[in-house]
């Protein structure tokens, strides 16, 4: 039994020493783990923004786009001097999306405008007088 306690003696000094390395391999090993971490979440932030811009760029353009065809038809409507049935669909479903997607109110201004003009083109001897 005496020869046992020596031994565990020197067992249990080697494990005090160990420990410090043991911790430190651990710590070092968990550190690169959570800088990886720290890297993809920080890849993943910078692709998700980049994506964001994205679609407001793209938000933007349609907007723009809207608006360009929304005052085309404006300008169409109001050279021929009426704004027939089939052009009142396909401009309100136009203009309620637009307002939807935050459009500006230049193209409110026109849509009141246009929605005065009549649904029937003006008769031949109406356009003579």
């Known amino acids: ?8 003696i020197a067992v249990g000094v080697v494990n005090l020493l ?3 390395i043991l911790a430190w ?3 070092r090993s968990l550190g690169n783990k959570l800088d990886t971490m720290d890297e993809k979440r920080d890849e993943a ?13 793209e938000h933007a353009m349609l907007l723009a786009i809207a608006r360009t065809m929304l005052l085309d038809n404006f300008e169409k409507c ?7 049935r089939e052009e009142r669909e396909i401009y309100s479903l136009m203009y309620h999306e637009y307002k939807l997607s935050h459009g500006n109110g230049v193209i409110d201004t026109i849509a009141e405008r246009i929605r005065e003009l009549p649904m029937e083109p003006p008769r031949e001897h109406e356009r003579e007088d």
Do not use: H, N, V
Request: charged share 30%; net charge neutral; proline share 6%.
């Open 18 to 20: 160990m420990f410090p």
């Open 45 to 57: 932030r910078a692709e998700q923004a980049e994506s964001q811009k994205q679609r407001e760029a």
């Open 25 to 27: 391999l651990i710590k």
């Open 78 to 84: 109001m050279d021929k001097g009426y704004y027939s």
């Open 1 to 8: 039994m005496e020869a046992i306690t020596p031994a565990l």
